[in-house]
């Protein structure tokens, strides 16, 4: 069994919400070691500067390094490449931040689909063909994606949700024919699970704000932060999305032993 927290869309920035969203990540991190099933790792999938300057990333860092686990990093739309590499990479440069580890059995395998200056996001043929070759690799394991933007799921969905129609066929071809185990990704500010393309498709809310599903006149934001514990037994995947903001009075408890007497 393999268990891992799905964290996005952090969107930390240094004199505006830092220490809010210090505590926010710190009340994950220090609830880690009480869960019944403490998770193998976490994933933060892009978006973690929400103006991608090397301060915010500065400040993020021992926020990272706090956690009692591995965190596996992705970019967003909203962060800036320099800007990270300068203070989480070994060289300071403006390049993607594709890269995979192993963790817990998972080839976890992260792509950089942030296209500087846009909403929307996209992989290039290098990525795809970086893809291929990280595929090949530990070709014993299953593999889980993690990618900020989400491939396009339905033709005519809105162009800035998710990764292009070219980019998002040019994944699929990637990754037809391999375990999979899963696609993490943000962005859309909204908790969805789907099956792309026969391959599970988990996207949470994030950390920042949430999105109105029942509005279709524009965009409703909301007040809302969540994210997901995710579980892998054998070839069986679940979900299960925490709400930590607003805070949610307690309207009941039932301890264990009565609930599993009942029938």
């Known amino acids: 069994m ?21 505590d926010l990540l710190a009340r994950i991190s220090d609830a880690i070691p009480s869960l019944r099933i403490p ?63 192993v963790l817990a059995g998972l080839h976890v ?27 090949a690799r530990h070709a014993d394991l299953p593999k889980l994606i993690v990618a900020h933007h989400p491939p396009m799921t339905e033709a005519g969905a809105l162009p800035w949700t998710c990764l292009d129609a070219a980019s998002s066929d040019a994944l699929a071809e990637a990754l037809a024919g391999q375990r999979v ?36 006149a524009g965009l409703r934001i909301r007040e809302g932060a969540s994210f997901a514990m995710v579980r892998l037994i054998g070839t069986d995947l679940s979900v299960h999305f925490v709400p930590v903001l607003p805070e949610g009075r307690e309207l009941g408890l039932i301890d264990i032993a009565r609930l599993k007497a009942f029938a």
């Open 181 to 216: 185990t899963g696609i993490l990704s943000g962005h859309i500010h909204m908790n969805r699970f789907s099956l792309w393309r026969g391959v599970p498709l988990v996207v949470s809310s994030g950390l920042h704000s949430t999105i109105d599903p029942l509005y279709d």
């Open 2 to 22: 393999t268990h891992f927290l799905h964290l996005t869309d952090l969107h930390l920035s240094v004199g505006a919400n830092h220490q809010a969203k210090a």
């Open 109 to 135: 395998i992260t792509l950089d689909t942030a296209v500087p200056g846009r909403v929307a996001g996209a992989l290039d043929t290098g990525q795809i063909d970086w893809l291929r070759a990280a595929m």
């Open 39 to 101: 998770p193998d790792f976490v994933v933060i999938s892009g978006d973690l500067a929400d103006r991608g300057d090397t301060h915010s990333y500065a400040a993020l860092r021992p926020m990272i390094e706090a956690f009692p686990v591995p965190v596996v990093l992705a970019l967003g739309n909203h962060d800036r490449r320099a800007g990270f590499h300068a203070t989480f990479s070994a060289a300071a440069h403006d390049g993607p931040h594709d890269h995979d580890t």
